[in-house]
């Protein structure tokens, strides 16, 4: 089994920062690509930020300049540094991963989703 556990939301004034980070767990043989969606209320989960296992990153047109998004191969994480923070960005962040466990001797894929951690951003 795969945990993904995201942490660092909570309240912060518009022009602020925030930090998240997400840690994967457990039956891990690798991982691919990792990233971060978020759903406001009423609105559909939407894409934030993904970064390959060799660095590429990729942003929604949203946050580009504003957000970065990084990852630590050894530890298994993601983080998501918010910068210069809008009340639009006040959403339910999910963490996802796109990871590989072994299994006697074969492989399956599986992408996991973490739990959501929500992110207010005040005017």
């Known amino acids: 089994q795969v945990q993904l556990v995201e942490s660092g939301g909570g309240l912060a004034q518009a022009g602020g920062s925030l930090r998240l980070s997400c840690a994967a767990s457990g039956n891990i043989f690798s991982i691919n690509v990792m990233g971060w969606y978020r759903q406001a209320p009423g609105k559909q989960r939407e894409l934030v930020a993904t970064i390959s296992s060799v660095g590429s990153t990729n942003y929604a047109d949203s946050v580009k300049g504003r957000f970065t998004i990084s990852r630590d191969n050894a530890k298994n994480t993601v983080y998501l540094q918010m910068n210069s923070l809008k009340s639009e960005d006040t959403a339910v962040y999910y963490c996802?991963?796109?990871?590989?466990?072994?299994?006697?001797?074969?492989?399956?894929?599986?992408?996991?989703w973490g739990q959501g951690t929500q992110v207010t951003v005040s005017s």
């Open positions: 996802n991963a796109d990871i590989r466990s072994s299994n006697g001797g074969w492989y399956t894929n599986y992408d996991y």
